[in-house]
């Protein structure tokens, strides 16, 4: 045994690390190193899962295993569907099935070109216009029209009154005679 080896056999060789595995030499702490705490504590990141899981149809959806208490929306690849598989505590599962539509959204070069090609209200008569003998046609027709409304209001309101003394009840509304507005 060799003088001064530290109880090691003299066979024993030092381990070869490798330079990027080397250990690194532990750094001591000095008094005037100490960071302070922050004053307000920050909150650590929640995880989020932003996968989303596509499935095969109804049965790729019902195939797919859920841990119980947990629900997991799996996207169907066949269709525009999106099923929400979830899972009670005791491992039961229940799926709810979404469809969903896609929508585009008009640009505002599209949106903006459209107003700009649009005709100006007042510019053109675009054919609204009746010429008077339409137009005092229409209104006696719509005369001859208020005065049977008037008529047939007439009517019943007599008729009710009848109606009403027979059943042997007070008469409340009186009878109105029909009007003619010039």
């Given at each position: 045994m060799a003088l001064y080896n530290?109880?090691?056999p003299a066979t024993y060789q030092p381990v070869y690390y490798p330079p990027q595995y080397q250990p690194q030499p532990i750094q001591q702490v000095m008094p005037q190193q100490v960071q302070?705490?922050?004053p307000t504590p920050v909150p650590a990141p929640q995880p989020t899962?932003?996968?989303i899981i596509w499935v095969q149809g109804e049965t790729g959806a019902k195939s797919h295993?859920?841990?119980p208490n947990t629900t997991v929306p799996l996207w169907d690849s066949e269709s525009q569907r999106i099923f929400l598989k979830s899972a009670d505590a005791a491992g039961m599962p229940s799926m709810k099935i979404l469809t969903y539509t896609i929508e585009e959204v008009p640009s505002i070069a599209a949106s903006?070109?459209?107003?700009?090609n649009a005709p100006v209200k007042g510019a053109e008569p675009e054919g609204r216009?009746?010429?008077k003998e339409e137009q005092e046609a229409l209104k006696r027709q719509l005369e001859a029209l208020k005065k049977d409304l008037d008529t047939v209001h007439g009517e019943m309101e007599a008729f009710k009154s009848d109606l009403y003394g027979i059943a042997g009840k007070k008469v409340t509304a009186k009878r109105k005679e029909p009007t003619t507005d010039d």
């Amino acid at each position: 045994m060799a003088l001064y080896n530290n109880n090691f056999p003299a066979t024993y060789q030092p381990v070869y690390y490798p330079p990027q595995y080397q250990p690194q030499p532990i750094q001591q702490v000095m008094p005037q190193q100490v960071q302070q705490p922050s004053p307000t504590p920050v909150p650590a990141p929640q995880p989020t899962n932003t996968s989303i899981i596509w499935v095969q149809g109804e049965t790729g959806a019902k195939s797919h295993l859920v841990a119980p208490n947990t629900t997991v929306p799996l996207w169907d690849s066949e269709s525009q569907r999106i099923f929400l598989k979830s899972a009670d505590a005791a491992g039961m599962p229940s799926m709810k099935i979404l469809t969903y539509t896609i929508e585009e959204v008009p640009s505002i070069a599209a949106s903006a070109q459209r107003a700009v090609n649009a005709p100006v209200k007042g510019a053109e008569p675009e054919g609204r216009f009746i010429a008077k003998e339409e137009q005092e046609a229409l209104k006696r027709q719509l005369e001859a029209l208020k005065k049977d409304l008037d008529t047939v209001h007439g009517e019943m309101e007599a008729f009710k009154s009848d109606l009403y003394g027979i059943a042997g009840k007070k008469v409340t509304a009186k009878r109105k005679e029909p009007t003619t507005d010039d």
